[in-house]
């Protein structure tokens, strides 16, 4: 069983999101939070295995937690859940360790294969705004020698395929722009990820904005 924190100020937002927990029946609610404040207390008393965490709420924001929850022992893996109004929030948010971002509206079943995910360990990287994010990360291009010699194994093949995530195309666009089926394009994508280290599309793409591709 999963346990699940929800945070969120709006009671209604709270409402909404235990209805989609209780849709599995492999996930828990283990309580809930209004505030920054209270959601940390309630990680401590209540060790929850997964937080959906919101950005915005009064007395401490969700960045605040993530803050204060880096070295703690007891921190559980964080959801950020947001309107995505502020792209640079969300990319301070995945700095400070959040395990990944949801859109509130989220469909059910990504809600519930998110939490799934973060417990897992993996990142959760919501379809629907991976690509604003990766262009938020990418809004200020510089050159970096590291970067720079970790794409330099990359293929020519494989540098047309980054630069088009770059661009936060998706598998499927990749696939119509350069006349790949989309398994193909799923193996040149995890052979960047292999080749510069990461295992997410923001990630790979700060990378790749960091060697100036």
Known sequence: MITVLVVDDDPLVR?????????DVDLALAGEAA???EALARIGEL???VVLLDVRMPELDGLGVLQ?????????AVVVLTTFDTDDYVLRAL???????LLKDADPTEMIAAVKAAH??????????????????????????TAVAMVADLTDREREVARLLLAGRTNAEIGGRLAMSLATVKAHVTRIFTKVGVDNRVSAAMVLRDAGL
Request: glycine letters at 12%; a positive charge.
């Open 68 to 76: 204060r929850l880096q070295g703690r022992a007891d921190a559980p």
């Open 47 to 49: 060790r929850p295995d």
């Open 95 to 101: 700095a400070a360790g959040a395990r990944g971002f």
């Open 120 to 145: 897992r360990g993996e990142p959760v990287l919501s379809p629907s705004v991976t690509a604003t994010v990766i262009r938020a990360a990418t809004a200020a291009p510089t050159t970096d020698p």
């Open 15 to 23: 409402t909404g999101l235990r209805m989609i927990l209780g849709l």
């Open 35 to 37: 505030d920054g404040e």
